[in-house]
């Protein structure tokens, strides 16, 4: 079946711009994360979408950055007044809820952010 | 204080060796643990996972073992293969709530043929 899609997979955009970035999650997938994973280092969690509950929005760096997920389905994750240390791959994860708790997260292939 | 940017703890085995990733993993509390491959320009892989109430688990090629005691988690892959090469990262986390993960650093696995 069909995996996590992100889009766009390269985005290069000036300093001082807005970025939106896309994520399809497994069909059926109740939670979506948003990771960010700066060169060489390990992922830094964002924010958390489970069903109809609020977001955990604990991870995002700067009130520039916000998400939402329509529908319980597809998530936009964007970037106002984009900064250079902004650049990154963006990375999108989705997972299954059961009784006890969350299933495996599955990651997709990540957008690549270049602010310049 | 830790260093950033480019440097990864690295290892390099020959085709057909064993390989021990080691992981030490930050928070007592947490109860769920996963490994994950990355290949250059993709995202994570899920590879392995373990609960808190076991110390090892298997897999294809893979094991996992866990030591709570000391907060340490290794990924063992057998007869490593030139398609093993990739980061490889551990990630902990609590059950119930957001589960989100918290990952190492990642260490960069070589095989020579």
């Known amino acids: 079946g069909a995996g996590v899609s992100q889009s766009p997979s390269n985005k290069v955009t000036e300093k001082g711009k807005d970025v939106e970035l896309r994520c399809d999650p497994i069909s059926g997938h109740t939670a979506l994360y948003w990771y960010r994973q700066s060169l060489g280092q390990g992922l830094e969690f964002l924010i958390y979408?489970?069903?109809?509950?609020?977001?955990?929005k604990s991870g995002l760096p700067s009130d520039r950055f916000s998400a939402e997920r329509t529908g319980g389905s597809v998530s936009t994750l964007t970037i106002q007044r984009t900064q250079q240390e902004d650049s990154a791959v963006y990375l999108c994860a989705s997972s299954h809820y059961y009784a006890g708790g969350q299933g495996t997260q599955y990651f997709g292939p990540g957008t690549r952010l270049l602010v310049l | 204080g830790e260093s950033v940017g480019l440097h990864l703890p690295t290892l390099s085995v020959q085709e057909g060796d064993n390989s021990i990733i080691n992981c030490a993993y930050s928070?007592?509390?947490?109860?769920?643990f996963i490994w994950y491959k990355q290949e250059s320009g993709k995202g994570p892989q899920f590879i392995i996972d373990?609960?808190?109430?076991?110390d090892k688990r298997q897999g294809q090629r893979v094991t996992v073992l866990l030591n709570k005691t000391v907060k340490h988690l290794s990924l063992q892959i057998a007869a490593t293969q030139p398609g093993d090469s990739a980061v490889y990262f551990c990630a902990e986390t609590t059950q119930g709530g957001s589960e989100k993960l918290v990952f190492g650093k990642g260490t960069k696995l070589t095989v020579n043929p």
């Open positions: 373990i609960r808190s109430n076991m």
């Open positions: 928070n007592s509390a947490s109860d769920y």
């Open positions: 979408f489970q069903g109809n509950s609020a977001p955990d």
